[in-house]
């Protein structure tokens, strides 16, 4: 019901300015034009700020939006086919889209990374799984960590936890997560900011997986600069409570004959 409504007053003049400022509009944002103009100019404002103090290039500002609207603790369809078409605009590429989607997916890697630990803290002494721990690395476990962390740049203990663990399952893995890094679409610098945004990403916010792929994406080239603007992007992720719940509201005030627009 929302698309098929002409915007008048105050809400059309919201929308203008939001469009001059910021390029773009969506349908859903025309319920929080009428619920809440002011509230929607103020947005506006602040997301001039930071496209305006933003380090990363429009392009870039864009993947980094995908990844964030990809990222499986979020999967926001809407945003993710505006950032793409955005960056499509801007001569992305499909092979840039692609690498920005296989690396957002390798955050399920993060259930190992987290959960193996409290199980081994849990399990008796004498379950095999606490004894498969703590076998010695072998030289074939030395070179597939050096292959993982030549990939993502990162390696912890919690990473030695899952290759004890693996047998067959981590060079599998290892396998496909290089998939990504072997392709050249996007730079290492632009591979690693995708991979810290879908970590700061508000949805998720892995302590360590923010502190690890930071610690790889300055080793790329980033600046704190550039991490600064991903954590603001990420932070904006909030904004999309207003996206998808209000055109709701406006549905349901209609129905109930409470919706009064302003003019």
């Known amino acids: 019901m929302m698309a098929n409504r002409e915007l008048t007053g105050r809400a059309k003049a919201v929308k203008e300015e939001f469009i001059r400022l910021r390029g773009f509009w969506v349908d859903e944002y025309d319920a929080m034009a009428i619920l809440c103009p002011d509230f ?8 001039g700020v930071v496209k305006k103090s933003s380090t990363l290039s429009p392009l ?3 993947l980094v939006a995908v990844a964030l609207d990809a990222s499986i603790t979020h999967l926001f369809d809407t945003g993710t086919r505006l950032h793409m078409r955005a960056a499509l605009a801007l001569g992305g590429t499909r092979e840039q889209l692609v690498e920005v989607i296989q690396i957002v997916s390798f955050l399920g890697m993060q259930s190992h990374l987290v959960g193996l630990p409290i199980i081994l803290d849990l399990v008796p002494e004498g379950d095999p799984l606490r004894e498969q721990a703590k076998r010695p690395m ?3 476990d030395e070179a597939l960590k050096s292959q993982f962390a030549e990939s993502l740049g990162v390696w912890t203990e919690a990473h030695d936890l899952l290759l004890a663990l ?3 399952y981590f060079p599998t893995y290892l396998e496909q997560l290089r998939v990504p890094y072997a392709t050249s679409a996007l730079t290492p610098r632009e591979k690693a900011l995708v ?3 879908a970590n700061v990403s508000v949805t998720h916010l892995n302590e360590q997986g923010i502190r690890t792929s930071a610690t790889a994406a300055l080793a790329s080239g980033c600046s704190g600069e550039d991490l600064l603007h991903v954590i603001r992007l990420a932070s904006s992720l909030g904004m999309q409570s207003c996206v998808v719940s209000f055109p709701i509201l406006v549905d349901e005030l209609e129905a109930a004959g409470a919706l009064e627009v302003s003019a």
Do not use: I, P, R, Y
């Not at 929607?40 to 997301?47: M, R, Y």
């Open 166 to 168: 693996s047998d067959d």
């Open 138 to 140: 072998e030289e074939k």
């Open 60 to 62: 870039l500002h864009h």
């Open 195 to 197: 991979l810290f945004a």
């Open 40 to 47: 929607l100019e103020k947005l506006v404002a602040t997301g």
